[in-house]
């Protein structure tokens, strides 16, 4: 920082060339491209779909509308656009909209120019400073958003018909700069077409003004496709004027699902339990989100947001770390009967497509949750496998098992069943491997006889009674 410019003077000696905003990423993006460096580090299973044309539109100079359902990571990769801007720029000082000294806009900035020349102050500004970002809802007004009169500074004694009077809205002040504009649609008609000339003619005007100011900025925009139909619309000239409209959509496979579910969950607790869970619950939980998207009882046009997953991984591991905490064990496996609290977590996150009753909407996701048992079970194992299980519970036995049951509590009433935990062992090693050595044996093994329970269960070989955590299977 030391070494840069601190006057217009030294600016121009140390060779500067101003750059427009769109120009500038479109460098820093051929930059990162031919290094190979990640455009987006963290957003998972867009490489062959949504980034390609985000690349495009930022190629073309393009401002750009990222529309998707909720969960989809729109907002994200917005604000990662930033990183495409040079790491420092630099402004006259003292300037509320980020005047290029080398050519200033407003009339601060040209006044100061004018009156020191060379010696006019230079600040330098990171990128993050050159980012906005606004959530459209219906209260916002073109005073927010281009500007207004400033009343305080006309008391002060400044005259009506100076450009000093002015207050910049979030739009100037985003000036060489990015400017995002979330839920697009929630913006009133009326100030969506405030936005034209912004758009097109890349200048705003505020109140009676003669004088028109030139911005540099690239615009952003987030909608979710509902939105087109019920809180609201984007105007129809609005988008004609958005250079591109990038699709966004949720993980197109299970696996995909659960690496994204696995990255932004809170799975390193700080506690004293640890707590290791199963593949095939994690994929229970995964598709249990895409059952939800695909079944006619969820409004699908509100989607259903990558957050559940996360939140209901998070909640099995509460779970289990509660379970660890209770009966003081270390080492703790996530099992098919925490899934039971995946209601809490889920509540909100489906928009039901019929009217919502009483308890509906968990029985909803008891189903839900009941279905994805039954796909990950198949997925793995056959219930041909376990025909002489089925034939002991035929003798009247029945088998409870619960959320707060310890590990060796389970283990304990499994080997009441003969054959039952030879079983297990031989699923445990074929679809566990990692986790069925060392410490965490037990509770896998644990966690595996569940599943061969409640897969039974969903085939209809087993009956079962829930009520808080406990089941008892039987036939």
């Known amino acids: 920082m030391s070494d840069l410019p601190r006057t217009l003077g030294e600016l121009r000696e140390s060779g500067y060339r101003s750059l427009s905003v769109k120009q500038e990423m479109r460098r820093n ?44 990571g729109k907002t994200r990769m917005l604000r990662m656009l930033t990183h495409l801007l040079d790491e420092r720029l630099p402004i006259v000082a003292g300037s509320e909209i980020n005047d290029d000294p080398l050519a200033p806009i407003s009339r601060y900035a040209r006044d100061l120019v004018e009156e020191k020349g060379d010696a006019t102050p230079i600040e330098w500004i990171g990128r993050e400073q ?23 500074k006309h008391a002060e004694g400044r005259h009506l018909a100076s450009e000093d009077v002015m207050h910049f809205g979030l739009i100037p002040r985003s000036h060489r700069g990015i400017f995002c504009m979330n839920e697009l649609p929630d913006l009133s008609p009326k100030i ?11 200048d705003v005007q505020i109140r009676g003004f003669t004088v028109r100011l030139p911005l540099d900025l690239c615009m952003v925009f987030s909608a979710n496709p509902e939105d ?84 209901n991984y998070e909640n099995v591991v509460s779970n289990a770390e509660r ?4 009966h003081d064990e270390t080492d703790v496996v996530t099992r098919i009967s925490d899934l039971v609290h995946l209601a809490s977590s889920s509540r909100g996150k489906l928009e039901l497509a019929m ?26 194992l056959s219930v041909k496998q376990f ?13 409870e098992v619960s959320d707060t049951s310890t590990t060796q509590e389970l283990l304990d009433a499994f080997d009441s069943i003969p054959g039952f935990r030879k079983a297990i062992l031989e699923v445990a090693g074929r679809i566990e491997p990692q986790l069925a050595e060392g ?13 061969l329970l409640d897969g039974l269960y969903a085939h209809n070989k087993l009956s079962k009674k829930s009520k808080r955590g406990r089941a008892s299977y039987g036939l």
């Open 355 to 380: 009217s919502e009753e009483p308890g509906e909407e968990d029985h909803l996701i008891t189903r839900l949750v009941e279905e994805a048992v039954k796909n990950i079970f198949d997925q793995h």
């Open 29 to 72: 993006l051929i930059g990162r491209l031919r290094s190979g460096e990640p455009l987006f580090p963290g957003i998972l299973g867009y490489d062959e779909t949504v980034i390609p044309e985000i690349v495009n539109a930022v190629l073309s100079r393009h401002d750009m509308l990222f529309l998707g359902l909720r969960g989809q």
């Open 130 to 152: 050159r980012y906005h970002e606004k959530l459209a809802t219906p209260d916002v007004t073109i005073a927010d958003l281009i500007g207004e009169v400033d009343l305080v």
């Open 228 to 311: 087109y139909t019920n809180r609201g619309r984007i105007v129809t000239p609005l988008k004609d004027r958005i250079g591109s409209v990038v699709r966004t959509h949720y993980p197109l496979t299970r696996e995909l699902g659960v690496r994204i579910t696995e990255e932004n969950a809170w799975q390193d607790r700080d506690g004293d339990v640890r707590v290791a869970t199963p593949n095939f619950i994690k994929e229970i939980i995964e598709e249990t989100s895409r059952l939800a998207r695909t079944s006619p009882h969820v409004n699908q046009a509100s989607g259903v947001s990558v957050r559940m997953s996360v939140a």
């Open 192 to 202: 969506q077409v405030g936005l034209f000339n912004v758009l097109e003619e890349r």
């Open 387 to 399: 025909r002489a299980l089925v034939e002991h519970f035929e003798r009247g036995v029945r088998l």
């Open 323 to 326: 379970r660890g905490i209770l």
């Open 439 to 451: 410490s965490t044996a037990p509770g896998v093994q644990a966690a595996v006889g569940e599943l």
